[in-house]
């Protein structure tokens, strides 16, 4: 099983960004962590910033990719392109994040991905991603 995970804008800053918010854990550390646990699994890890790239990653996945666990941050909340892509690719996205995006601002409840993902998994933290991966696993049993 392969499974990429696409991290959007400022998780590239995950260890010391907002710790109260996102705790003190570069991503890339946690990545080995998650290597490391689903030794069975092939984990692809791809980060931007960049609205077009990680559109561009989800469209790459289609053929490569069993599963795709996307964090697409701020994006969630504002971008149509990225639930366009999501929608528009066969391969099964879990939406994931770190916080529980219902218990800050209002803006931050309104996903466009949601709507098109297999599922949501929020608020538990770094853990979200573990969950991800497990559902992609589950589901293949």
Same mark, same amino acid.
């Given at each position: 099983?392969?499974?990429?995970?696409?991290?959007? +804008?400022?998780?590239?800053?995950?260890?010391?960004?907002?710790?109260?918010?996102?705790?003190?854990?570069?991503?890339?550390?946690?990545?080995?962590?998650?290597?490391?646990?689903?030794?069975?699994?092939?984990?692809?890890?791809? %980060?931007?910033?960049?609205?077009?790239?990680?559109?561009?990653?989800?469209?790459?996945?289609?053929?490569?990719?069993?599963?795709?666990?996307?964090?697409?941050?701020?994006?969630?909340?504002?971008?149509?392109?990225?639930?366009?892509?999501?929608?528009?690719?066969?391969? +099964?996205?879990?939406?994931?994040?770190?916080?529980?995006?219902?218990?800050?601002?209002?803006?931050?409840?309104?996903?466009?991905?949601? +709507?098109?993902?297999?599922?949501?998994?929020?608020?538990?933290?770094? %853990?979200?991603?573990?969950?991800?991966?497990?559902?992609?696993?589950?589901?293949?049993?």
């Amino acid at each position: 099983m392969k499974i990429l995970i696409i991290n959007g +804008p400022n998780l590239n800053l995950l260890g010391t960004r907002e710790p109260d918010t996102y705790g003190n854990k570069k991503f890339e550390d946690y990545f080995v962590d998650l290597q490391l646990k689903f030794g069975e699994v092939e984990l692809s890890y791809f %980060q931007s910033n960049i609205e077009g790239e990680i559109i561009d990653e989800l469209h790459r996945a289609v053929g490569e990719f069993d599963g795709v666990v996307l964090n697409a941050a701020a994006y969630t909340h504002t971008s149509v392109g990225i639930g366009d892509a999501v929608k528009a690719i066969e391969v +099964p996205v879990v939406e994931v994040h770190i916080s529980n995006t219902h218990s800050r601002e209002e803006f931050r409840h309104k996903s466009f991905i949601a +709507p098109v993902a297999k599922g949501v998994i929020l608020g538990f933290g770094l %853990q979200s991603y573990d969950l991800a991966i497990q559902s992609f696993i589950n589901s293949k049993k």
